[in-house]
């Protein structure tokens, strides 16, 4: 399975944006789809991970509120809402296949096999 992303840009501050996470070769139905951030001088973190298991969302504490991921399986995508977007937001931006699942403490775990080579997303200020 390939992953693909599209849907990056340069947007202003309280700006939205859409990613897509498109797979190729495959179907992503029976995996998980989880969104991946990484900012230039920092590591790659966690922004969201739908769990196709039951349909549960996961969202890291920095975008709750403002990031909403979906999934239609009809056209074999996850999408990535981003609202009110800050600069801090900038980053490139992946999506990857593979599994996470939420814990009592509201974080979320994932491992994820497949990935995408990235959108890059810039929020000015």
Known sequence: V????S???LVQTGGSLRLSCSASGGTL???AIGWFR???GKEREGV???NSDDGSTYYANSVKGRFTISRDNAKNT???QMNSLEPEDTAAYYCAAGQCYGDFGGSYHYAMDYWGKGT???VSS
């Open 120 to 122: 890059l997303v810039t």
């Open 38 to 40: 990484q900012a230039p």
């Open 48 to 50: 969201s991970c739908y």
């Open 7 to 9: 849907g990056g840009g």
């Open 2 to 5: 390939q992953v693909v992303e």
């Open 78 to 80: 996850v999408y990535l």
């Open 29 to 31: 139905d029976y995996y």
